[in-house]
């Protein structure tokens, strides 16, 4: 392997994204993949080079093995998270890390929301195989390699946690121009507080899933039902005093909307859609989860 300094840098530099991406699906939190990948490079600036034939393989090995230490260390945070947990929302910008739809599809579905709670239930180890084979494709041969795991483990690893996954989350197939045209509608309806606009939009059994962390107002336990979610909506907004503007962006892989109060990140809406009604809505109100929206209010 090259020992040139500036060589090594582009080395890891043109890996980054992918490794951030892995740290990212693993930990649901920007900070804790950024110390991941951190330490990753400070590894890889102190490893035997000889010991090192391939690049990729060794800083995906120690990333992923990074990743799984962090995990293991931050479940008792979640475990005594007050209230719903989300991922800290990322704006998705694929570029030419998906040079066509179907991989750029498949991207955004390993890194929305849905799929991030659900692998939250799976063992790190599951995590770990789940987001190197289904979100990057990586052969279960390397897996096995990073994990220090055999081939045939990682492929029982892999079934379990795919069977998870699929188990635990929804499906649904939606135009992108759909979801965004729904998410404004019920932006609109939701900011009117008109309950009536609002039920119209609400799958029967919708849920509304809010993530405060105990740092802000927002519902402690997962609300169900038109009725429930629309009242509270409804509520929310005749009772809001502050200035209130939105941006319109792309976070984890889907349309999402921005809420801003007196110029700062105050929340963050996603929607879920099935049949062209609203099946979830994700809130977002954990200030230390809206940290990295502070320039966009700025913007």
Request: charged share 30%; glycine share 6%.
């Amino acid at each position: 392997m090259p020992t040139d300094t500036d060589t090594l840098t582009e080395l890891f530099e043109e890996h980054r994204p992918m490794l951030l991406g892995v740290a990212y699906r693993m930990l649901g939190r920007t900070a804790d993949a950024e110390d991941v990948v951190q330490e990753a490079w400070l590894r890889w600036t102190a490893a035997d080079r000889d010991a090192v034939r391939e690049p990729r393989a060794f800083l995906v090995r120690i990333t992923t093995r990074l990743a799984i230490d962090r995990l293991r260390q931050t479940q008792a945070r979640r475990e005594s998270y007050i209230g719903p947990w989300l991922p800290e929302p990322v704006v998705t910008d694929f570029g030419p890390a998906a040079p066509d739809s179907a991989e750029r599809a498949l991207l955004a579905d390993s890194v929305s929301f849905a799929v991030l709670v659900v692998l939250e239930s799976l063992s790190p180890l599951e995590r770990a195989v789940f987001v190197l084979r289904e979100a990057f494709g990586f052969p279960y041969g390397e897996i096995a390699t990073a994990l220090d795991r055999t081939e045939a483990a990682v492929r029982q690893l892999a079934g379990r946690a795919r069977r998870h996954v699929d188990e635990g989350r929804p499906r649904y197939d939606v135009d992108p121009a759909e979801r965004r045209d729904l998410t404004e509608q019920f932006l609109s309806a939701a900011a009117g507080g008109d309950l009536g606009e609002l039920l119209a939009l609400l799958a029967p059994d919708v849920r509304l899933v809010g993530d405060s962390g105990g740092k802000s107002k927002a519902p402690l336990r997962i609300m169900e039902s038109a009725d429930k979610v629309g009242r509270f909506l409804a509520a929310v907004a005749r009772n809001g005093e502050a200035a209130y503007a939105v941006r319109f962006l792309e976070l984890n892989g889907a349309p999402a909307v921005l809420v801003l109060a007196d110029g700062k990140p105050d929340s963050v809406f996603q929607i879920e859609i099935r049949d062209g009604l609203v099946q979830c809505v994700y809130i977002i109100r954990n200030p230390d989860k809206l940290q990295g929206f502070a320039r966009l209010a700025d913007a």
